[in-house]
């Protein structure tokens, strides 16, 4: 089956400590992208990236960062410099050339810091 | 002029009802505007989308208002059913550029 795996589905960390999130497609999608959703708010671009070994930062990129080595892989980090991240962590691929009528998003994972 | 404003932020219908989403915007760059339907836990999946070329686009129960001059799109779910309930998330683009998502609106159908 095609899609977009995210892991964990759930995740606690301590307060202080770097954390990374696991995002893997194989849609052999170009483009990827790495979005926040809070309670009561609307989902908010971290990073994105177009093409291997290129990335972009998003809205709220402090705090946070990424890589992309390889095309179905886009793992996040979580940084002890982001102040609140405590989240719900959703990434997102879209077919080269395509659109965000073409976006897919993975299941998300939801990040506690204690 | 980034921002998408959606409202009610909680809607709850009845069964057969018709639930009614709106969304305001200022920038009139936008060329792009889809709605998401998202589960809890879940990630969002794209319901519906309307370019503004058009007034009124329509997939199944599912409708697109979409009024240029007020700078204003709707969604209309008719004869809602409980299987609707969900988180429902409008947003806007430009070009297909990145995405401008509005705070969300969780509908409740009540059997």
């Known amino acids: 089956d095609g899609g977009i795996t995210q892991s964990p589905k759930y995740l606690f960390r301590k307060e202080g400590q770097n954390v990374t999130l696991s995002c893997e497609q194989n849609l052999n999608h170009d483009a990827m992208y790495w979005y926040r959703q809070d309670p009561g708010q609307g989902l908010r671009l971290i990073y994105y990236s177009q093409i291997v070994n290129d990335f972009q930062k998003g809205d709220i990129a402090e705090g946070y960062s990424v890589s992309r080595e390889k095309k179905e892989s886009f793992p996040l980090t979580v940084t002890s410099a982001q102040k609140n991240p405590t989240a719900f962590y959703l990434c997102?691929?879209?077919?080269?050339?395509?659109?965000?009528?073409?976006?897919?998003f993975g299941p998300g994972t939801r990040l506690t810091v204690l | 002029q980034q921002q998408v404003k959606q409202s009610p932020q909680s809607l709850i219908v009845q069964k057969g009802g018709i639930s009614i989403i709106n969304c305001a915007y200022e920038n009139t760059a936008f060329d792009y505007f889809p709605w998401y339907q998202q589960f809890p836990g879940k990630g969002p999946a794209l319901l519906i989308a309307?370019?503004?070329?058009?007034s009124e686009k329509k997939e199944g129960r599912f409708t697109i208002s979409f009024n240029k001059s007020a700078k204003q799109f709707s969604l209309h779910i008719m004869d809602s059913q409980p299987g609707d309930s969900a988180t429902y998330f409008c947003a806007a683009s430009i070009s297909f550029q990145k995405l401008v998502f509005g705070t969300g609106t969780r509908l409740l159908v009540s059997p």
């Open positions: 997102a691929s879209i077919p080269a050339g395509g659109a965000f009528n073409e976006q897919f």
């Open positions: 309307i370019r503004p070329d058009v």
